[in-house]
């Protein structure tokens, strides 16, 4: 962590945050070889949902909102209703590396709003609306 001014709760939450970003990579990458994997997609949604919630309690909204929506894709897909296919997993990915900016962000002092995410938040979107 770069900033020495950043609170402890933001501390951890960022170090937990990268920890969770790093599994979640991992599990869509194996979800490529197995899109119907349940552990894997549990995991990737705790993760997720850890991230939310934690960004919640910090009033961290384009965290949180960003986060919502890949849960809500990732609960779909365990529920059956969605299969995650590349496009959908390259989406996810892509996700990941919009909250990592983010994380960065806030570590150097900033808010967690980034001007980049558009793309990715109207995929999610696009998604959510099919």
């Known amino acids: 962590m770069s900033?020495?001014?950043?609170?402890?709760?933001?501390?951890i939450?960022?170090?937990?945050s990268y920890e969770l970003t790093d599994q979640m990579e991992q599990d869509l990458m194996q979800l490529e070889n197995k899109p119907g994997d349940l552990p894997l997609?549990?995991?990737?949604?705790r993760a997720l949902h850890t991230i939310k919630g934690n960004s919640s309690?910090?009033?961290l909204g384009t965290l949180e909102g960003l986060c919502h929506?890949?849960?809500?894709?990732?609960?779909?897909?365990?529920?059956g209703v969605?299969?995650?296919?590349?496009?959908?997993?390259?989406?996810?990915?892509?996700?990941?590396?919009?909250?990592r900016e983010i994380f960065v962000r806030i570590e150097h002092?900033?808010?967690?709003?980034?001007?980049?995410i558009g793309d990715v938040e109207r995929g999610l979107t696009s998604v959510l609306t099919r």
């Open 82 to 99: 969605l299969l995650l296919d590349p496009e959908l997993i390259t989406l996810l990915l892509k996700l990941s590396d919009h909250l």
């Open 69 to 79: 929506k890949g849960e809500a894709i990732l609960d779909r897909a365990r529920s």
């Open 109 to 116: 002092g900033g808010s967690d709003s980034v001007d980049n």
């Open 13 to 16: 939450f960022l170090l937990e």
């Open 41 to 45: 997609l549990n995991s990737v949604f």
């Open 3 to 11: 900033d020495s001014n950043l609170s402890e709760e933001l501390r």
């Open 57 to 59: 309690f910090l009033h």
